[in-house]
């Protein structure tokens, strides 16, 4: 009897992340071509005709239907499913695991998740989820100064800011000495926004973290792509194709954030006096 309340609330996370999913994969379709995200109604992505409620369920529509549109019978991607159960999982591990400020948290959380989706699709990653991350950021940190490791409001809110100028004026002096040595843009200004927006969330150990471990997943997916691709026998060049950075930022700063106490803080204590800060 004692474990029916949890695993209902479990199913209530993980119905509430679906449905905020379903509205993620709007943000991933239309912020990179500057379209509205309330209106029009979500519409067919072949016809353009206008979907019907009933075939809006997240993740049950896509089955439902055997992968197809109900409309013109094409291809419903994957990854709208995807996005829903990945959002639906997220929340889940929010509502059960993070302690400090779990509304903020999950709000990264899907603010990362669209800028790993838009990055892969178009090498973007929109200023309304980076920019409107950092307003948001400071914000969560005036309700919950905890998130900057502060004791008041105001606090909280200008560790917040202090931390988004350190993590973008650090990273873009970073990515314009390599480019400087590289002679090649080495990072996007889009990342640099990104690491702003996580700062804002989350404070600079979790931004540095998050360059140090997405550097290492981006090496080892590049290790792997290459095997891979020399035991098939083709000859493409990985090292010449355009690869983004972002998406292996926001696995990692998700690595991060989940995480309680956050791994960054043990990580840049080893490495750094944080009594410094
Ligand atoms: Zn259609």
Redesign the pocket.
């Known amino acids: 009897m004692t474990t029916l309340p949890a695993s209902l609330s479990l199913l209530v996370y993980f119905i509430s992340g679906a449905i905020v999913g379903s509205f993620l994969n709007v943000c991933i379709l239309r912020l990179p071509g500057h379209q509205s995200i309330v209106k029009p109604r979500s519409k067919?992505c072949?016809?353009?005709?206008p979907i019907p409620w009933f075939y809006n369920i997240p993740i049950l529509t896509w089955f439902w239907l055997k992968g197809k549109?109900a409309?013109?019978r094409?291809r419903l991607p994957i990854r709208y499913p995807l996005v829903e159960s990945v959002t639906g999982l997220l929340a889940i591990v929010v509502g059960v695991y993070v302690r400090t400020a779990p509304i903020a948290i999950f709000t990264l959380a899907c603010l990362l998740l669209v800028a790993f989706f838009t990055d892969i699709d178009t090498m973007l990653i929109p200023d309304e989820i980076t920019l409107g991350g950092i307003v948001a950021g400071c914000l969560f940190c005036f309700f919950y100064p905890e998130l900057q490791r502060a004791q008041t409001p105001l606090m909280g809110m200008l560790r917040s800011l202090q931390n988004t100028c350190l993590a973008m004026g650090g990273l873009f002096g970073f990515a314009s000495f390599a480019e400087f040595f590289l002679k090649k843009e080495a990072m996007g200004l889009g990342d640099v926004k990104l690491l702003g927006c996580i700062g804002a969330f989350c404070g600079w150990q979790t931004c540095c973290f998050s360059i140090f471990l997405g550097a290492t997943f981006g090496t080892c997916f590049f290790i792997i792509a290459a095997l891979v691709q020399r035991f098939k026998g083709k000859r493409t060049h990985l090292m010449h194709k355009m690869i983004p950075f972002g998406p292996f930022i926001t696995v990692a700063a998700l690595c991060d954030i989940l995480m309680e106490p956050h791994f960054s803080e043990k990580y840049v204590s080893f490495i750094l006096l944080e009594k410094m800060m």
């Open positions: 067919c072949h016809c353009s005709k549109t409309c013109c094409k």
